[in-house]
Every structure is written in structure tokens, then in C-alpha cells.
């Protein structure tokens, strides 16, 4: 397995390729320019990259957990937005995408980090570059140690995602291009897969439908986490032939009718859905057919605006599920 670091490295500030780096402040065409070269450089890197081999682990039993040893997965209440923080049984942690902003880093993800003793992150996965998913990242970085991030590449020219390639690349931080159908180096008590998206996905404008989809088994417990991934990329996984069964579902799109078609959640068969979306978001989420069709399928639904904080602990034979306040 050849280490995250030598996959790719982003330029440094303060090489000739430094000139990508915008001026503080500023806007307008020049700005653009400069995101885009900033852009043009991480996807050239991405595509220089050694490609991850397909899962070796996809046919092999998931490793027996040891006694004790547990997997707690926080489901973080950041209003319209996600932020999942993950502790695996060997104690690393992974934050799968960071809220809008950087108080959703100081207030709500950094404290749960903190709570839990650990002063760093040994994983960053973005899922995709809208701003509800990546706001908070940038705090993240600044604040606290990242071992790597694992990121699509896909080409978003928006001041936040800008701002955070460029965090990433000041910081040297590794990292990963995922795509569909590789296994993700995380802790190797866990088997963490990721299914999505295709090469094809990520080059569309789509970002939702090219969110990074993330499976992850611990003992006969199996977690998925789908980004902003609608019907369409559920349909290219499911094509492709994907496992995706999971007891426990991050419902995708905050709940969007435009994710969790019924073949995808009668694939995934969860007995638990988990919805991160804001009260009385401007969406309508999540939208009365996916928790109808939820209902229909058995689905207990967890929902960050109405429950706060979602926690989900496993050791790996059976899983509870806790919340920060009851329903409302
Ligand atoms: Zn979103």
C-alpha cells in the first residue's frame, strides 16, 4: 500500500505554482482566475495520482472485533447542513464533510473532538464541494492536525471551496482522489469502502450526484454515509453492483425527494435512517415521500432538528442509538 503522502502533493505557497493564490480580498474576474488555476492545479495532482486498487477487502470477512473495543459514530446537529464525526474501535477519527461555517467547526465539531480526548483527525472526507457540507473544514484544519483528506476533485469554483484547497495545500496535508468502488485506509478493525462516485459523475457539474459514498463495517454492523448523492449516483452504484446494505442509512440530500429512491433503500435495507437537515429549512426537507417511503420500509427515522445530535455506538454485534434531546 503505497502511503497517502506520496500520492500527490499540492503545490506549496511560495513555489512559482504559489501564483495561484489570490490576494486577500480579492474579487471579481482576477479571483476567478486564480481559483480556477488553484483548481486546475489539485485536479491535475488528483489525476496524477496513483489509483487506489480495487477493495481487497470487498471478499474478505469483516476482521472479528475485539471485546470492548467500539465504533461510535456522531451524527453532528449543524442545522442545514452535515457534519458525521467517527471514532473507530483502534481510537482514530475521520469527519466526513463540516457544516456551513466556521462556527459549526468551534461550537459543534471541534468540541465533540475535544470531548472525546483526541487533538486530532486522522481522516477528512468531503464529500462534495457545496457549502452546507464543506463551511466548517477550513476551522477544522486550521485548528486542529489532519493526517489526510480524501476528496473527488470535482471542479467548484466557489470562495469556500477555494478557501479550503488552499488550507489543505498550505498545510500540506495528503491527499486522496476517491472513487467508486476502492477501499478507504482508515482502521483495519473497520472495513471502509467507498462506492461512489464514478469518474463519469465527477466530471459532470453535479455536485450532489457526485457526492463520495462511504460504507463502513464493524463486525456484523454496517454504516453508510451518502453525502448529497441522489437518485442518480444511487442508480450508478447500484448498477455497478455495489454492496449496500447498511443497518444504519445517512439518508441522503438532508432527505431531498430527489435521493432514496425505493430500489436504493430496498438495497440497502436499513433498519435506522438518520436525517442531518436544519428546522424549518428553506427545502421543505426533508420531503414528506422519502419519510412516507421510510415509514413503508420499517426505517426508525433519527432527524438532527428535532433530536439535536444523533450517536450511534456499536461493538460491532449489536448497536444503540442516543440522541442529544428528545423529539420534539
Ligand atoms: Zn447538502
Not at 502533493?9 to 480556477?36: F, Y
Not at 487533538?119 to 485548528?143: A, C, F, K, N, Y
Not at 433498519?271 to 412516507?292: F, M, R
Amino acid at each position: 500500500m503505497i502511503p497517502a503522502r506520496r500520492i500527490f502533493a499540492i503545490p506549496r505557497r511560495g513555489t512559482a505554482r504559489a501564483d495561484a493564490r489570490p490576494s486577500e480580498g480579492t474579487d471579481g474576474g482576477a479571483g476567478v482566475v486564480q481559483v480556477l488555476l488553484v483548481l486546475v492545479l489539485l485536479v491535475a495532482a488528483l489525476a496524477c495520482g496513483v489509483p487506489t486498487p480495487p477493495s481487497p477487502t470487498a471478499t474478505l470477512p469483516p476482521t472479528a472485533p475485539a471485546a470492548g473495543e467500539l465504533l461510535t459514530v456522531l451524527f453532528l446537529d449543524v442545522g442545514q447542513g452535515d457534519a458525521t464525526l467517527i471514532r473507530s474501535p483502534g481510537g482514530q477519527t475521520m469527519l466526513i464533510d463540516g457544516g456551513n461555517g466556521a462556527s459549526d467547526a468551534d461550537d459543534v465539531i471541534l468540541p465533540a473532538l475535544q470531548a472525546w480526548g483526541s487533538d486530532r483527525l486522522d481522516v477528512m472526507v468531503i464529500t462534495h464541494p457545496d457549502q452546507d457540507h464543506i463551511g466548517g473544514l477550513s476551522r477544522v484544519i486550521e485548528l486542529v492536525p489532519v493526517g489526510k483528506v480524501v476528496l473527488t476533485g470535482q471542479v467548484h469554483t466557489t470562495q469556500t471551496y477555494e478557501r479550503l484547497l488552499i488550507a489543505i495545500r498550505d498545510n500540506e496535508l495528503p491527499a486522496v482522489r476517491a472513487r467508486g468502488e476502492t477501499s478507504l485506509d482508515f482502521d483495519p478493525a473497520l472495513t471502509t469502502s467507498i462506492l461512489g462516485p464514478t469518474d463519469a459523475l465527477v466530471e459532470s457539474d453535479d455536485t450532489n450526484n457526485a457526492s463520495i459514498v462511504v460504507r463502513m463495517t464493524y463486525g456484523a454492523i454496517t454504516f453508510l454515509f451518502t453525502g448529497d448523492a441522489e437518485e442518480t449516483e444511487e442508480t450508478v452504484i447500484l448498477r455497478d453492483g455495489a454492496d449496500v446494505q447498511a443497518q444504519v442509512l445517512k439518508v441522503g440530500h438532508h432527505g431531498s425527494r430527489s435521493s432514496t429512491s425505493p430500489d436504493w433503500l430496498q438495497a440497502v435495507s436499513p433498519e435506522v435512517g438518520i436525517i442531518s437537515v436544519g428546522e424549518d429549512n428553506p427545502y421543505g426537507h426533508p420531503h414528506p415521500e422519502v419519510l412516507d417511503l421510510l415509514s413503508q420500509f420499517g426505517v426508525r427515522v433519527y432527524r438532527t432538528d428535532r433530536q439535536g445530535t444523533i450517536t450511534v455506538v456499536t461493538d460491532g454485534t449489536s448497536y444503540q442509538v442516543s440522541t442529544e434531546r428528545d423529539d420534539e
